[in-house]
Structures are given as structure tokens and as C-alpha cells.
């Protein structure tokens, strides 16, 4: 070290490089937020899509001008039905295996989840989502096949089906650190007052982590409503209504790929995909929210 | 001192003389008894033969250092030990004569009638009326004016009712600890147990508190077996008829408190109340 730099300097350079650290972070937030809205609301501000017809019609066709209004079809229902029906069967399938899990491995093999089923669980998290969308393509648009007796198998139960798959660890390891946070003492007083273990389980341990819980599924949630590559292998890419769980069909998300680089910049093609990005980030935050109002509810609750 | 601090310790002192006369046994009715108990966490040898009468209407204090075995023995008598993977009780415990460390035990229905109040208070994080009905409801109780008048005469057995009776519905971590170890003790009053093992009660109570629980203990023993472990030497011999020293594993010595404390047998013991070690 050629020079021993003053200590109140040390201090002041500390001070600018983590604020500049803090400035940036804010201003790519802000801008990021700025962005995807200006041009997500251009669509209706610039260039005259109804607001409700955006989220009530049915049909979705950015190729095609409504010789009506003189405007592709911009009914963006389709895409938002698809979207919640794949968040919310994955969630179902999900939840109830996370938290059995969840159990096991808390309240009965302890020292089994440590060793063996956390390190699996880890595992899971780190498989990149083409790799679910692989597997999916290949193993359970198949099954669809076979067990349904369709000729496609593509559509909305697959894609909840491998959405389960991935959203699994993430809500199984949360579900995990939420039944640990149960202090024992809630345990053992159920126990002396003659509750069995199930009991005990079921009426103590799971309802005093219920906050803890619902977070875990709704950031469950988050993540499969975001999710784009695993579900657009398997769900089809058909820009309509569903018919069916076994329909093709396209989220709020495989659409956004599947049309991003087809139409210019400043076009209302282009414009109404910035406007299902911003519902995507709208959705993500009241998630967020949600899990907020729990946080602090729970707060209280404890007093 | 406040003046109101004073009425208190005043109040409470009273109260427990007009009601027992501590330290010394006067009941012949055996409640509840173990003969050579031993047990064991995998391969360590934690409790040796330790054979004790626990009597109606008298408290009965497990004194002894950290890790003598004080604390296994009192879970032993609920049989809460057998939710500890690796643990294992031998030897017989009878409850009203009738040996319960046997595989086909009821534990669930037998802690109806022995229950527990932990070290930490341990309230439910529900509402103080719902942390006195839960062991009901769980015993197949759901008439809810039968629960409504549980949860007062637990309550006022708790000496918490005037405390709470406004305020039933709140949350039970709303109170302050001492009323959260009372209400601990409403909840294991409203099965009506013949035995009412206290696991170092008071150890997380201010000095107030835990004259109220002391206070509290010897209202409530009238008609039930007492038995507590403790830590607090002046506790055991205020509260306490009979007393049990352990050590290292093994039951040294029981008698009267009175003699215990005043005339101990064995050196061990008379160590142990002079502080030469703890």
C-alpha cells in the first residue's frame, strides 16, 4: 500500500459508492416502471383502444384490422383467463404436496428433511425452466394424450401441470420455514392437553402458520403467473378462448414472446403488448401487496 | 416499594396461610405413584429406579442442579416423554392404582386428567376465550353455554377472570406474561385434572407473578395432586409439602419440606441447599 488514505475520507467514498448503489437501483426501478407504462398506456391514450375492450373482448388478432374501428383485435380476455386458470391450477396441484411435504419432513423426520430432502428440494430450484418445458413437452403432453384420449394434448392442464412442477420447491421450502417458525411450546402444550399429534398438527402447527403459508402460496403464485418458456411449450400458442383444459390456448406471457419482434416499434401491435406487460407488473404487485397486508396482519395479531 | 405492590404481597401472603399450612404433608390419599421408573435417551441412562407417592391435595416440588433428571421424571408422569424420538420410560406409573406406562395407555384421554404448564408461557395464538375451549372441544364438548361457563370457572380458578372477563375475544398474546402462565393454567383447569405437573413455572416471571402463581398453586391444590420443579429453593420451601432432591440420575432424597430443608440426610443435599454447588 503506497499511501494510507485518511480515515474521514475512507468514510465519505463509502458513503457516495453505496448511495450511488441505492441512486441506481432507484432510477432503473423508476424508469423500468416509467417505461412499461408510458408505452403500455399509449395503447388507449395514442391510439384509441377502448380500455374495456382491451379487457373484455374476446378476440385477440394482431394480424388482422376490425374493419369496424380500424384497429387489430385487441381483446386481451383470453389471455388474461389463461393466464389465471394456469396460475391457479398449478397452485392447487402445488400446495397441498408442498405443505404434506412440508410436514413430513418438520414434524416427523426431522433429521431426513435436514440431510436429504432440502438438498432435493434445492436441487429443483436451480433446473432451468426449459428443462421442465422439455419434460413437459415430452411427458406430459403425451400422458394427455394417452389418458384423455386427445389428439393434441397441448393447452391449459399440462401447463398447470409442469407450472406445479416448477413453483413446487419454492413453496415447499417456504412452507418448511413457516411450520419451523411454529414455536415448540405450542406443540407440547397441545400435546399435554391431550391433543394427539395429528390434532396437534392440524389445529395448532398449521394454524398458527397460516400467515406464514399463505405467503408461501401466493409467492407461488407470482412466480407461475410470471413464468413464459416452460408454459409455452406445452400450452398450445392458440390466441383464443379456451374451450377446454385441454384446449390450446396462450397466456398473457406466451403471447408477449411469441409477437414481440414481429411489429414495429410505435405500432398498436407493438403498443398493446407494453399494455399486457404493464398488467403483468400490475398483477405482480398486487401479489406483492397481498403478501404485505398478511405480513402486517400477522404482525398485529401477535401484538 | 409501591403501596400497591405492598397490598399485594400482603393479600397474597394472607391468602395462603388461611388456606395451607406449607411444608408440611397432611394428606394419606396417593394420587398418583411410580415405582423404579427409569428412563433412557438412546443409549444415555438419564433416570435410575425412582420410586415417589404423589398425594391428594398437596404439592409436591422436584428440586435438584440442571440436568439431575428432575425435569425427564415430571415428564415422565404425563408420559409427555414419549413424543421425544429415542426416548424410553420403564418401570410402572399408576395413576389412581392403575399402571399407565403400558402400550396400550390412552395417552390422549390420560392427560385429560394430568395435565401440564410449561416453563415459558405458552398461550395459543388464539383468543383467551378459544385457548380455554380448545382441549374441550378436542374431548368432544360443543355445547356453547357449557364452554361459555368452563371458560369463566377456569378462568376465575385462575384468579385471571376479573382480569380478562372484558376482553375475552382478544388475543391471548395481549396479556402480560404472568397472565399468560395463569391463563395456561385456566386452559389445564377447565379438564379438571387430578394432577397438575408445573415445569419451572415462574422462571420466566417477574417476582410478582410468580407469588400469584405461588398463591394461585395452593388454591387450586385442594382437590388435586401438585408436583413442580424448580429451580428456586425459597419457592420449593414456600410453596411446597413434600420435597424430592435429584442428582445426577438419581433420586436422593424425599421427606417432608420441612425436614428437607432443615434436617437433610444425605451430604449431597445438604451440599446442594448451601450453595456449594447449583
Known sequence: ?303 | MTNETDQFLQSVGSSEQGKRVSGVAISDEVILETRDVNVYYGDHHALNDTSLKFHKGEITALIGPSGCGKSTFLRSLNLMNREIRGCRVEGEILYQGRNINTKTENLYELRKSIGMVFQQPNPFHKSIRENITFAPKRHGIKDKDILDQMVEESLRGAALWDEVKDKLDKSAFALSGGQQQRLCIARTLAMKPDVILFDEPCSALDPISTLAIEDLMGQIVADRAIVIVTHNMEQASRVSNRTAFFYMGDMVEYGETNQIFQRPNDKRLNDYLTGMFS
Open chain 1, 1 to 303: 500500500m503506497a499511501k494510507q488514505m485518511p480515515k474521514r475520507n475512507l468514510e465519505k467514498v463509502g458513503l457516495s459508492v453505496t448511495g450511488a448503489c441505492v441512486a441506481l437501483v432507484t432510477l432503473v426501478v423508476v424508469a423500468l416502471i416509467f417505461m412499461v407504462a408510458q408505452r403500455g398506456l399509449s395503447t388507449f391514450i395514442k391510439d384509441g383502444v377502448n380500455v374495456a375492450e382491451f379487457f373484455t373482448g374476446t378476440e385477440w388478432n394482431l394480424a388482422n384490422t376490425n374493419e369496424a374501428t380500424g384497429l387489430p383485435f385487441t381483446g386481451a380476455l383470453p389471455l388474461i383467463v389463461t393466464s389465471f386458470a394456469v396460475t391457479v391450477i398449478s397452485t392447487i396441484i402445488a400446495v397441498p404436496i408442498a405443505i404434506g411435504a412440508a410436514i413430513f419432513v418438520v414434524e416427523i423426520q426431522p433429521k431426513f428433511g435436514q440431510k436429504y430432502f432440502q438438498p432435493l428440494i434445492e436441487l429443483l430450484v436451480g433446473i432451468p425452466s426449459v428443462v421442465f418445458g422439455l419434460i413437459g413437452f415430452h411427458v406430459i403432453v403425451g400422458a394427455m394424450r394417452v389418458i384423455f384420449n386427445v389428439d393434441l394434448g397441448l393447452g391449459i392442464l399440462p401447463g398447470s401441470i409442469v407450472l406445479a412442477l416448477m413453483i413446487l420447491p419454492t413453496v415447499t421450502t417456504l412452507s418448511i420455514d413457516a411450520l419451523r417458525a411454529v414455536p415448540d411450546g405450542y406443540r407440547q402444550g397441545s400435546l399435554a392437553l391431550g391433543y394427539t399429534r395429528w390434532q396437534t398438527i392440524w389445529h395448532v402447527v398449521l394454524k398458527s402458520a397460516t400467515p406464514s403459508l399463505m405467503t408461501a402460496v401466493i409467492l407461488g403464485m407470482t412466480r407461475a403467473f410470471g413464468e413464459t418458456l416452460a408454459v409455452r411449450m406445452v400450452i398450445g400458442g392458440v390466441e383464443a378462448m379456451p374451450e377446454g383444459l385441454l384446449d390450446s390456448a396462450s397466456t398473457i406471457t406466451t403471447t408477449l414472446t411469441t409477437s414481440m419482434a414481429v411489429y414495429a416499434t410505435g405500432s398498436v401491435q407493438n403498443d398493446v403488448l407494453w399494455s399486457l406487460g404493464l398488467l403483468l407488473m400490475g398483477m405482480s404487485l398486487i401479489f406483492i401487496m397481498i403478501i404485505h397486508l398478511i405480513g402486517a396482519k400477522g404482525a398485529k395479531s401477535r401484538g
